[in-house]
T-cell receptor
Framework: NAGVTQTPKFRILKIGQSMTLQCTQD?????MYWYRQDPGMGLKLIYY???????DKGEVPNGYNVSRSTTEDFPLRLELAAPSQTSVYFC?????????????FGQGTRLTVV | AQSVAQPEDQVNVAEGNPLTVKCTYS??????LFWYVQYPNRGLQFLLK??????LVKGSYGFEAEFNKSQTSFHLKKPSALVSDSALYFC???????????FGSGTRLQVQP
């Protein structure tokens, strides 16, 4: 049982480039989330999804887009990379609302924009 | 709006001694509280949660947390620290009706042999 898998693990982007961070889970979880982790700042929610075809903005959605065409996959798209998007990105999933079940996290993607 | 504060950036403790990692929260309704641990180059791992009921919650690896409603706190504790407990610890909260967790800034626990 792989859990939540993120690819790539590391990436360096030039300003203005675009990329997609991949996230897939094999636990049949309905809820999925994207967070970014900046040093000393904890985790900030970027986008989340409560099921296939349904997505919504979190605290810091600007500069990002998501889609949820299947239960398993929740990719995060950066269209025009900026240095402010240098961060570690974590994808997570929960069985139902995170209210009473724990979230499962991927290992993260370390992104540097130069 | 929900928020979480972890007042200590780092906690140092000797192996075998008890440890406490502090967390306070702010929500408008009943809180759902969580502790997660992050080891280097890894994602967060769930430790324990408080939803309702007994104020003392027991979790993984011998950790426990005490919910105190009057002080709006949810401190993480362990009676006897291990060197392998050294990691980054995050407190998180969710209030009813919200979809996702709000995380604190994290506390680095360093257990010295």
């Amino acid at each position: 049982n792989a859990g939540v898998t993120q690819t790539p693990k590391f990436r360096i982007l030039k300003i203005g480039q675009s990329m997609t961070l991949q996230c897939t889970q094999d636990m049949n979880h309905n809820y999925m989330y994207w967070y970014r982790q900046d040093p000393g700042m904890g985790l900030k929610l970027i986008y989340y999804s409560v099921g296939a075809g349904i997505t919504d903005k979190g605290e810091v959605p600007n500069g990002y887009n998501v889609s949820r065409s299947t239960t398993e996959d929740f990719p995060l798209r950066l269209e025009l990379a900026a240095p402010s998007q240098t961060s570690v990105y974590f994808c997570a999933s929960t069985e139902r609302g995170v209210r009473d079940t724990e979230a499962f996290f991927g290992q993260g993607t370390r992104l540097t924009v130069v | 709006a929900q928020s979480v504060a972890q007042p200590e950036d780092q906690v140092n403790v000797a192996e075998g001694n008890p440890l406490t990692v502090k967390c306070t929260y702010s929500v408008s309704g009943n809180p759902y509280l969580f502790w997660y641990v992050q080891y280097p180059n890894r994602g967060l791992q769930f430790l324990l949660k408080y939803i309702t009921g007994d104020n003392l919650v027991k979790g993984s690896y011998g950790f426990e947390a005490e919910f105190n409603k009057s002080q709006t706190s949810f401190h993480l504790k362990k009676p006897s620290a291990l060197v392998s407990d050294s990691a980054l610890y995050f407190c998180a909260v969710r209030e009813g009706g919200r979809r996702a967790l709000t995380f604190g800034s994290g506390t680095r626990l360093q257990v010295q042999p």
